[in-house]
Nanobody, 126 residues
Framework: QLQLVESGGGLVQPGGSLRLSCVASGIRSDYLAIGWIRQAPGKEREGVSCISSRGGTTTYADSVKGRFTISRDNVKNTVFLQMNNLKPEDTAVYYC???????????????????WGQGTQVAVSS
C-alpha cells in the first residue's frame, strides 16, 4: 500500500503563492506517477497536474498553466506543487494521488488513481 500525506494548504490573498507538499510512504513511490487533483465546494474533482515517476513528463490543466509548477524529489519521496498568482477560483481541497503506473495521461481521469491522500484546504480570498 502507498500512503500519501499532503501539507502546505492555507488561506492566501489573490495574487499570493503557496507550496503544497505530498510525502509518500509504503511501496516504492518512485515507480509511480503522482498527480494533484482538487475539488471545490459543489463541484466535481478536477485534475490539476501530474508528474511521471522520474519527473521527465508533467501535465497541467489549462486553468493553471503558467501559474503552477509540479516537481518531485524521489530521494525524499516528496512531490511539490508550487502555486503562484493564486485566484479565488483556485479555492478547493487539493489531493495528492497516484495511479498504479509510471506515466501521466494528458487529461485527468479520476478512476485512474488508486491511492489518495486526505487532502489539504487552499482558500484564496481577500
Amino acid at each position: 500500500q502507498l500512503q500519501l500525506v499532503e501539507s502546505g494548504g492555507g488561506l492566501v490573498q489573490p495574487g499570493g503563492s503557496l507550496r503544497l507538499s505530498c510525502v509518500a510512504s509504503g511501496i516504492r513511490s518512485d515507480y509511480l506517477a503522482i498527480g494533484w487533483i482538487r475539488q471545490a465546494p459543489g463541484k466535481e474533482r478536477e485534475g490539476v497536474s501530474c508528474i511521471s515517476s522520474r519527473g521527465g513528463t508533467t501535465t497541467y490543466a489549462d486553468s493553471v498553466k503558467g501559474r503552477f509548477t509540479i516537481s518531485r524529489d524521489n530521494v525524499k519521496n516528496t512531490v511539490f506543487l508550487q502555486m503562484n498568482n493564486l485566484k479565488p477560483e483556485d479555492t478547493a481541497v487539493y489531493y495528492c494521488a497516484a495511479p498504479a503506473r509510471s506515466w501521466c495521461r494528458e487529461s485527468y481521469i479520476g478512476s485512474d488513481y488508486t491511492y489518495w491522500g486526505q487532502g489539504t484546504q487552499v482558500a484564496v480570498s481577500s
